[in-house]
C-alpha cells in the first residue's frame, strides 16, 4: 500500500517562503515520478510542478522561476521550495505519484496525499 503524506504549509506573508514535504511509503520513491498539484476555495486543481524519478522538473508558467521540486530519495521524500510567494499561490497543495510521468502530471495519478493548506496574507 502506497502513501503519500505531506507537510510544511502555513501562513506566510507575501514575498514569504515555505517548503512542502511529501514522504512517500510503501514503495521506493525511484519507482515513481511524482507531482504537485494545488486547489484554492472555488476553483479546480491546478498543475503546479512534476518531478521524474530521476530528477527532472516541469513547471506551470504560473510558478515557473519561483518553485522548485526537488527529491532526496534516500528520505523517499518530495519537496516543493516555494519562493517570492504571492497570495493567488493560497491553495491545499497535493502530491501526486505514479509510474507513469503524462499520468501523474495530467492528474491522474494512481496516489494522492491528503494536502496541506497554504495561506499567503499580510
Known amino acids: 500500500q502506497v502513501q503519500l503524506v505531506e507537510s510544511g504549509g502555513g501562513l506566510v506573508q507575501p514575498g514569504g517562503s515555505l517548503r512542502l514535504s511529501c514522504v512517500i511509503s510503501?514503495?521506493?520513491?525511484?519507482?515513481?515520478?511524482m507531482a504537485w498539484f494545488r486547489q484554492a476555495p472555488g476553483k479546480e486543481q491546478e498543475f503546479v510542478a512534476g518531478l521524474t524519478w530521476s530528477g527532472g522538473g516541469t513547471y506551470s508558467d504560473s510558478v515557473k522561476g519561483r518553485f522548485t521540486a526537488s527529491n532526496d530519495n534516500a528520505k523517499n521524500t518530495v519537496y516543493l521550495q516555494m519562493n517570492s510567494l504571492k497570495p493567488e499561490d493560497t491553495a491545499v497543495y497535493y502530491c501526486?505519484?505514479?509510474?507513469?510521468?503524462?499520468?501523474?502530471?495530467?492528474?491522474?495519478?494512481?496516489?494522492w496525499g491528503q494536502g496541506t493548506q497554504v495561506t499567503v496574507s499580510s
Open positions: 510503501g514503495r521506493t520513491l525511484t519507482r515513481y515520478h
Open positions: 501526486a505519484a505514479d509510474s507513469s510521468f503524462s499520468r501523474v502530471v495530467g492528474g491522474k495519478g494512481n496516489y
